[in-house]
């Protein structure tokens, strides 16, 4: 079913796949984002599930698409919608970024509905699913070079947001729960959050390959915040000994690498580091020190690169 969307389209009980139209390409045929609706029996609250924001990070994709799969929109009070591949030119390029226009799709929205094709996919999410939204989820992973822990963002600013928010983190599945102050521009969650939906968002250790058993975590975690929003019969249980962090989600905050090399980690992710502390050394190919990497302040490594060749300005460490 091509073209726009309304939740109307969908029969209380049903499920349907929709295409929405972004933008036509210059091969010929027009860009298109896979939109799945499982619409409950019963009214109840939406929850929208975002994936593939991002390329080359697939467990979301796979998690999304899965949920849909297992729902019986006869036992739901309310909806799912998801758009299980947010980016299908950087998904068919197995790339971050578009290979169309270059852009990060994470930091182009609210969008542009006359602007480029990262933008016009961005505007297409703003105006016809987003607004759905009693509840956001955005599923990512790992990029390609970068490493993250299994954890669950949410929005740690205080108010009805925050708490709803947290609730959910805790029933997600994750070892651990990062809260963040902030709110970076650009990003799926960046207008919703202005509009007061809560939300979560989630990263994993893997990289440019599809790591089932992470895939699976997201799938049970996205249906555990169904159970909670009361979308899916039954309980959602805390899940206990979460291990929580606090500060910064931006890795467009990240410390970078000022000169190319061989990039020799001296921590790991999650490990607990001091101001001045050495995260890693830069060396040339005879292993010679080219320049250190230094923690600028006490915090937890979040984010490091996992690949050791890199070029001036690859992202190498983000702490909390």
């Not at 209380?12 to 298109?32: C, I, K, N, S």
């Not at 759905?132 to 990029?143: G, M, R």
């Not at 994993?204 to 019969?233: C, E, F, H, Q």
């Amino acid at each position: 079913m091509p073209g726009t969307f309304d939740l109307d389209q969908v029969a209380a009980g049903a499920r349907a796949v929709f295409e929405l139209d972004v933008a036509p390409l210059v091969m010929g045929p027009t860009l298109q984002l896979p939109l799945l609706v499982a619409r409950g029996a019963k009214p109840g609250k939406t929850i929208v599930v975002l994936a593939g924001v991002h390329g080359d990070e697939y467990e979301g994709m796979w998690a999304a698409r899965e949920v849909f799969k297992s729902l019986d929109p006869a036992t739901m009070s309310g909806n799912y919608v998801s758009v299980p591949v947010c980016n299908p030119p950087a998904f068919a390029a197995r790339n971050r970024e578009s290979p169309i226009d270059g852009q990060n799709l994470a930091r182009v929205f609210p969008g542009n509905p006359n602007g480029t094709t990262s933008e016009r996919t961005a505007a297409v999410l703003i105006e016809q699913v987003l607004p759905l939204a009693d509840f956001l989820i955005d599923l990512h992973s790992s990029s390609t070079y970068g490493g993250m822990p299994l954890l669950v963002g949410f929005p740690e600013m205080g108010g009805e947001q925050e708490r709803i928010a947290f609730e959910a983190a805790q029933r997600f599945g994750t070892p651990i729960i990062w809260g963040h102050p902030t709110m970076t521009v650009g990003r799926s969650l960046s207008e919703p959050h202005k509009w007061g939906v809560p939300w979560l968002y989630t990263e994993s250790p893997s990289g440019s390959w599809l790591d089932y058993d992470y895939a699976k975590i997201y799938a049970d975690g996205v249906r555990n915040v169904m159970t909670y929003l009361g979308i899916l019969p039954g309980e959602a249980p805390v899940i206990p000994n979460l291990r929580r962090l606090k500060g910064e989600g931006d890795t467009d905050a990240a410390m970078t690498t000022p000169v190319s090399g061989f990039l020799r980690s001296e921590v790991r992710l999650l490990d607990d580091v001091k101001k001045g502390q050495l995260l890693g050394v830069v060396e040339d190919l005879a292993g010679r020190t080219l320049h250190e990497l230094r923690a600028p302040s006490d915090g937890t490594v979040i984010m490091q690169h996992m690949s050791p060749p890199v070029t001036a300005g690859t992202t190498a460490y983000l702490l909390t």
